[in-house]
């Protein structure tokens, strides 16, 4: 899926080690399988080949992602919009044909038409393509979290690149897996700590990657230097609304969150080297206050 994936299993033989690992890579490679767009044999980038000539056939899982996908583009006041892949590949210069960018109106989810009766695909114009990065990721763990349960498994730690994190269980030495949002400016300082117990964080941001994350009002990349991070009970939740999250204005912000309650959401902002951390789902003075304690400078919340 494009990054490192790390499992730690604490207090467990080597066999039974290799066992779990050999069952979690077959899972990671048969969901990359189905969901890349960047596997010319995947089942998304047959879709997005074939899916705007007629509509394509698709298996249960396939079609229960993209489902999933649709609802949270409603839900995130179509923020999260899986329909933008021309365009994020226009800006990250993907594909150098593309000599002028695809018109936002005629890309977007909005463009993705699903019928449930036969299970079929169609896009409705040619400048669609389906991209899962704010979803696969998030998906993948949730999948093998169940592998690990069903294996026994009380307490784990998965990272794909240390940007999305499931935790299983508590620390084996503490009450909770502590997970730090590093400083761009600073590596080896964390502005803060989730206390993650059976649950997820997921970060999204533009500091390494310029191009990839894409508004989809105007079909341009965000350029504003931020990352947004998401605590979730659901790994693909926390996957899902960091990227929403980025682009998403304050008054679509408010909106967003009243779906999602639950969800602890940070979101950082570098500026003149400077760095402001915001809690952005809890609006306290107090709240905001406790979140930059010790750290960089006055809080931007708005």
């Avoid at 890309?107 to 009766?117: P, Q, Y």
């Avoid at 991209?131 to 169940?146: I, M, P, S, V």
């Avoid at 300082?189 to 649950?199: A, C, H, P, Q, R």
């Avoid at 009002?217 to 899902?240: F, H, Q, W, Y």
Wanted: glycine share 8%; with cysteine.
């Amino acid at each position: 899926m494009g990054t490192r994936f790390n499992l730690l299993l604490p207090g467990i033989d080597n066999h039974k080690g290799d066992e779990i690992f050999s069952s979690v890579t077959n899972e990671l490679l048969r969901i990359e399988k189905l969901l890349s767009c960047f596997l010319s044999d995947s089942d998304i980038s047959y879709i997005n080949e074939n899916a705007y000539k007629k509509p394509v056939s698709v298996n249960d899982e396939v079609f229960g992602v993209l489902t999933e996908c649709i609802d949270f583009y409603k839900l995130t006041q179509e923020t999260f919009d899986i329909g933008l892949g021309y365009i994020i590949d226009y800006w990250t210069g993907r594909h150098t044909e593309l000599d002028q960018e695809p018109d936002i109106n005629l890309a977007g989810a909005k463009n993705i038409i699903l019928e449930n009766s036969d299970k079929t695909v169609r896009l409705a114009t040619p400048q669609v393509k389906i991209n899962l990065g704010g979803y696969g990721k998030g998906y993948a763990l949730q999948k093998n979290l169940e592998i690990l349960k069903k294996s026994g498994i009380k307490t784990a730690l998965m990272s794909f690149g240390e940007s999305s994190v499931t935790c299983l269980g508590k620390h084996p030495h503490g009450e909770y897996w502590p997970v730090g949002i590093q400083d761009f400016y600073q590596k080896k300082k964390s502005l803060t700590t989730f206390e993650v117990v059976d649950g997820s964080v997921s970060t999204s941001g533009n500091l390494q990657n310029e191009n990839h994350i894409i508004n989809p009002v105007n079909g341009n990349p965000i350029t504003e230097k931020m990352s947004i991070s998401v605590k979730s009970d659901s790994a693909v939740i926390a996957e899902v609304l960091s990227t929403a999250l980025m682009v998403a204005r304050d008054d679509q912000i408010e909106m967003i969150l009243k779906s999602f309650p639950k969800e602890e959401v940070i979101r950082v902002e570098y500026n003149n080297n400077k760095t402001h951390i915001c809690k952005l789902n809890k609006r306290s003075n107090e709240d905001n206050k406790n979140i930059k304690a010790g750290f960089y400078g006055e809080s931007s919340c708005r």
